[in-house]
């Protein structure tokens, strides 16, 4: 929490994707959205790949697959070294070929 904290962006991600998927915490989508969201409104793409999974499912926002499907390919674009870009790299492939 501290990392994120201080802007590290992986480990917001990290602490959002527990809360998505209920590993070691009480699974809770909005307090999940609320730890990705600081790396989304930088444009970064641990952010933009979990809003997009979030619009895509329909899981804590409304669903909109044409707009989480955006988000998710834009974030497995990106050339910023994040283990977010692989897992929307994996996204892509397995929904979107």
């Given at each position: 929490k501290a990392a994120a904290s201080?802007?590290?962006?992986d480990a917001a991600?990290?602490?959002?994707q527990m809360y998505y998927k209920g590993e070691v915490v009480t699974q809770d989508d909005n307090i999940a959205l609320q730890w990705a969201k600081?790396?989304?409104?930088?444009k970064h793409p641990a952010g933009l790949f979990f809003y997009g999974r979030a619009y895509y499912e329909g899981r804590g926002l409304p669903k909109n697959k044409l707009t989480g499907k955006q988000?998710?390919?834009q974030a497995a674009?990106?050339?910023?070294?994040?283990?977010?870009?692989?897992?929307?790299?994996?996204?892509?492939?397995?929904?979107?070929?």
């Open positions: 201080m802007g590290y962006m991600y990290d602490i959002a600081m790396a989304y409104d930088a988000l998710i390919e674009a990106s050339t910023v070294h994040s283990k977010a870009v692989l897992e929307a790299l994996q996204y892509v492939e397995e929904y979107f070929k």
